[in-house]
């Protein structure tokens, strides 16, 4: 006799009850979420193919990944403060600087009473069934009694970086930059290099940081979802990549970026005095006709970034994750070549505060959109929390953009910017409005003037967008968090000789596991 017939209608509906119950469990177990791989580039600007900053820029790696389904470009991305800590810190923690206190590379998030309490991306993703893990720079690092402290703390699994560029540090610098007339060479002075590394490209540290995160992809993670946290440490200085990279772009052939002398000229003081002029970098440069050369090299950076990044992306395109992982790649904030006569990071111009940033999401049929809409690294905590189906996290300064893809030329609203304490910008879909703390003031009108050469704040008929933009200012600017006490020099060198005592104490130093007694006297050893 067949049993199924035996089963009654009470049964029958008690036997699919708990059928579609076991399905809808399963379908909030860990393992059914998306995976992230976050991968942050230091001091990469939009020299990036797919938006267009530089016409000979080379990336095919970060290209393919945008052009790919369910791949975004945001056009119009913005940094919370325009250098490395402040936007990273206020990535990381939810909370823009003038907020956190976090300011510029001096400030440990956790010398901040405000961001020290946060709860980090990376924590909250652990804290909800994820497995966190990272290589690489992704928190700004920062000297303390543990050794370097470069977020460690924040995830569940942390791997120092290894590899170099094997130069002898006696020859550097490689340009052979001259100095200025009467100025001294400091250690910044220094960094600011470029040249061909002599280690191979698969000994160099960026290499293997992204040769560890392809390795990782063979894991299973005990079934839990991931966040992978990847840091790259170029286009940051000194621009020391292998030649393959150099050769990619011949100087002959390379394209300087447009430089107009006179382009400070029309942003004055409260006093009507010059507030901006060329720095020491450019002068330089410009004294020893290197345009081409530091473009260069430049170009070689990233180019040798977006190789590393494509040894990641190569992987998890064979590997069991390659469907239901959510990848992001961005940079920390833009970077001068020359515009505004000056080259480097910070200031509150478009060059330094609109970054790269790219969203693959899986799933998605449409491929390669290009997004308008403003946005802001300070909007990836909410917005990568809401695509992972994670609940809310509350207390947030950014906003979530997930469903950019229903209206991908939405403008949104303007998004803030910080460079320092009461130094504020704002960019809207068609202006960048710009106070600092001593009352000098920027308007620009971006529909007609994208590179921002003509200051218009003393146009009597542009007051009420002034008005308007005024609006999205900080109501409060919290003071500066504590600066570091630690000499970052006299630090490394106790760590090294810490290193030096055996394999137990490097692992330990590694990792941020030595007793902090023991590194104090150790340092105060080297006084």
Known sequence: MNKRNDLTPMKLITILFIALYSVLCAAETPASKLNVLFIEIDDLNDWVGVFGGHPQAKTPNMDRLANQAGGTVFMQAYCPGSVCCASRSAMLTGLRPSTSGVYGNGNNLKSSPIAAKAVTLPQYFSQNGYHSLSRGKIFHKHPSWIGMDEGQWAFDEWEPTAGGDGLDKA????????????????????????????????????????????????????????????????????????????????????????????????????????????????????????????????????????????????????????????????????????????????????????????????????????????????????????LCGLPTKEGLDGRSFA??????????????????????????????????????????????????????????KLKPIVDELRTYLPKHDEP????NEIDKKRLRKAMAQIKQMGKEYREKAERGQIDPEMIRKVYDSLK
């Open 171 to 386: 020859n550097l610098p490689l340009n052979k930059l001259p100095m200025l007339d009467g100025q001294k060479s400091n250690a910044e002075a220094k960094e600011f290099d470029w040249g061909p590394t002599v280690t191979k490209t698969k000994e160099t540290s960026d290499y293997l940081t992204c040769e560890w995160a392809a390795q990782q992809l063979d894991l299973d993670f005990k079934g839990k979802p991931f966040f992978m946290a990847v840091g790259i440490s170029k286009p940051h200085l000194p621009f020391h990549v292998p030649q393959e990279f150099f050769d990619m772009h011949p100087l002959d052939q390379v394209q300087v970026p447009e430089i107009v002398p006179d382009d400070l000229d029309d942003i004055l003081t409260p006093r009507g005095k010059k507030k901006f002029g060329p720095t020491e970098d450019f002068l330089r440069v410009q004294q020893a006709n290197q345009f081409k050369q530091i473009t260069q090299a430049y170009l070689a950076a990233c180019s040798y970034a977006d190789h590393c990044v494509g040894v990641v992306l190569d992987k998890l395109a064979k590997s069991r994750y390659a469907e239901n992982t959510l990848v992001v790649i961005c940079g920390d904030h833009g970077w001068f070549l020359g515009e505004k006569l000056r080259y480097r990071k910070t200031d509150l111009w478009q060059e330094s505060t609109r970054v790269p940033l790219i969203i693959r999401v899986p799933g998605l049929s449409e491929s390669g959109i290009k997004s308008n809409r403003l946005v802001n690294l300070l909007d990836l905590y909410p917005t990568l929390v809401e």
């Open 403 to 460: 469903g950019w893809q229903k209206a991908p030329s939405e403008p949104g609203l303007p998004t803030l910017t910080t460079m320092g304490f009461q130094n504020h910008s704002v960019r809207s879909a068609t202006h960048r409005y710009t106070r600092y703390a001593d009352g000098s003031e920027e308007l620009y009108d971006h529909q007609s003037d994208p590179m921002e050469r003509r200051n218009l704040i003393t146009d009597a």
């Open 480 to 483: 500066e968090a504590q600066e």
